[in-house]
Each structure stands twice: as structure tokens, then as C-alpha cells.
């Protein structure tokens, strides 16, 4: 199966930044869209970013003007840099692919395992 792997969560205070990475490996055969969600305590995940194979971006308008989601397709990775940090951003952030593992086959979403940010003074 695709496996993701997180990292570059933490702890920052107010006004930090924190870069987030999601590398994608495993047998794939495409790549499509990927994004970043997130689940603070006692919320529903919700969709933080996106970007398509072609790089094109969505992103929460919570998250507009401070976040940046992008791609490095030889890399098989995504990232997110969240800039200007505050604390209701603090939740467990997952990233997302949507992929074939093979030519003939149906794309499948698949998940990471999900990073902590905590912003906090």
C-alpha cells in the first residue's frame, strides 16, 4: 500500500511558523491531488489546503493569507508552511493523497498519520 509519512509538528508560540512534510512512498503509479486537514479537540476534520497534480491551490479561508501548500512531484512529497501561527490552529494535522498504486486501478484516498502542531505562549 501507499505509505505517508508526517513530520515537522511541534510546539510554537503565537506568530511561529512550522513547516509540515507528507512523503508518499510506496508502488505508485499517479500521483493526484494531495492536501492537508485537521482535527482540533472536539471538532470535525476539516480540509485545511489542497493542491492538484498541476499545482494548483485551495485553501480554508481561516488559513488564506498565512498558509502555503505545495508539491515536489519527484519527491513524492507535500508540504504545508503555516506562517503567522495562532492558537486556534493548534490540532492534529493529516495529509492526504489521492492516488493509483496501479494503471488499472481506482484512485484511493489515502491518509497519514497525523502530525500535532500546538500554538501556545
Known amino acids: 500500500q501507499v505509505q505517508l509519512v508526517e513530520s515537522g509538528g511541534g510546539l510554537v508560540q503565537p506568530g511561529g511558523s512550522l513547516r509540515l512534510s507528507c512523503a508518499a512512498s510506496?508502488?505508485?503509479?499517479?500521483?493526484?491531488?494531495m492536501g492537508w486537514y485537521r482535527q482540533a479537540p472536539g471538532k470535525q476534520r476539516e480540509l485545511v489546503a489542497q493542491?492538484?497534480?498541476?499545482?494548483?491551490?485551495n485553501y480554508d479561508d481561516s488559513v488564506k493569507v498565512r498558509f502555503t501548500i505545495s508539491r515536489d512531484n519527484a519527491k513524492n512529497t507535500v508540504y504545508l508552511q503555516m506562517n503567522s501561527l495562532k492558537p486556534e490552529d493548534t490540532a492534529v494535522y493529516y495529509c492526504n493523497v489521492n492516488a493509483k498504486r496501479y494503471a488499472f486501478a481506482n484512485e484511493v484516498r489515502y491518509w497519514g498519520q497525523g502530525t500535532q502542531v500546538t500554538v501556545s505562549s
Open positions: 493542491i492538484t497534480s498541476g499545482g494548483m491551490t
Open positions: 510506496g508502488r505508485i503509479f499517479a500521483l493526484l491531488d
